[in-house]
């Protein structure tokens, strides 16, 4: 089992930046690929970053590309997201999801976290 926690939403203004932490525990983080996810309120659940286990490969939604960067330290066991130029359309809640194997906006993930509430204000 794979215990996956969020940290660092918050309310941010328009233009402004925010990172996201999601810390691991349970099993070898190094084992897993991460990646983070996002949904507003009736609408589906959108893919934002994707990193490999070795983080070397990286991955973006179209929307956040050129402005959101995803990281990892696998000695902290913990993945990060790097939100830049945030507008109001980013005001949703974030998720980090774990799983072994190659990481896509596709791919089945089998650990969640419970999400943390980001809001942009214009």
């Known amino acids: 089992q794979v215990r996956l926690v969020e940290s660092g939403g918050g309310l941010v203004q328009a233009g402004g930046s925010l990172r996201l932490s999601c810390a691991a525990s349970?099993?070898?983080?190094?084992?897993?690929?991460m990646a983070w996810f996002r949904q507003a309120p009736g609408k589906d659940r959108e893919f934002v970053a994707g990193i490999s286990r070795s983080g070397l490969s990286t991955s973006y939604g179209d929307s956040v590309k050129g402005r959101f960067t995803i990281s990892r330290d696998n000695a902290k066991n913990t993945v990060y997201l790097q939100m830049n130029s945030l507008t109001p359309e980013d005001t949703v809640v974030y998720y980090c999801?774990?799983?072994?194997?190659?990481?896509?906006?596709?791919?089945?993930?089998?650990?969640w976290g419970q999400g943390t509430q980001v809001t942009v204000n214009s």
């Open positions: 999801a774990a799983r072994e194997g190659i990481v896509s906006a596709t791919r089945r993930y089998d650990y």
């Open positions: 349970g099993r070898t983080f190094s084992n897993y690929g």
